[in-house]
């Protein structure tokens, strides 16, 4: 991280996720590692059932905290922005139970001067709603995305959002800009697994 951030300057926005897969001593000594300002922000290096765990380890860091993906509710959210501990809430508008829940975390954010960072994997519904939901808040920092030039299953999607340059455009069609091909959901269903990755005593663990 050192060393990309002396590669790319100040400029550019630099984050990790650890998906949960650190503890409250690891993380902050991968953090402790770095020269204060390497990171613009840490996407949630352990598990969130406890915030004061994450208060712990916000004692230990001044690095910014996203945290937010896997929660279902605004109580979920509560203790994370009435305490102070997330700098950016990675709200999940398809988890988090649509967009009248995502306004009013929104809000809540808003007075506590938390922005909002989505967590976006679902594919272009999801996407979609999420430009909507940008364009209605004003503390929007950044949206997930895989890359400037992926698309979602076009032959299933043939309307969906694209990047143009670093963002997206605001839809100005009817609906949500997303058109779905009937005839393509006909094909057979393929499971998909993500990576298993394991410790080095042979143990699963998260991915």
Known sequence: MTKLRESVGGAP??????????SVAEAASFCQRMPSGTLDFLEEPIRD???????????????PFAIGEEFASKWQFMPYIEQGITNFARLDICNVGGFTEAMKIAGWCEAH????????????????????????????????????????????????????????????????????????????????????LHRRDGSYTNY
């Open 49 to 63: 059932e406890t915030p004061a765990a994450y208060q712990a380890l916000r004692r230990m860091t001044d690095v």
């Open 113 to 196: 001067y938390i922005d909002m960072m989505p967590h976006n994997p679902l594919g272009p519904i999801s996407t979609a709603a999420n430009l909507h939901f940008a364009a209605a808040v004003p503390n929007y920092a950044w949206l997930e995305e895989r890359t400037t030039d992926y698309v979602f299953g076009p032959d299933m999607f043939p309307e969906q959002p694209r990047i143009e340059g670093i963002g997206f455009p605001i839809p100005t069609g009817p609906g949500l800009g997303v058109e779905f091909n009937e005839a393509s959901a006909g094909a057979p269903f393929e499971f998909w697994e993500a990576q298993h």
């Open 13 to 22: 926005v630099l984050g990790i996720e650890y998906h949960h897969r650190l």
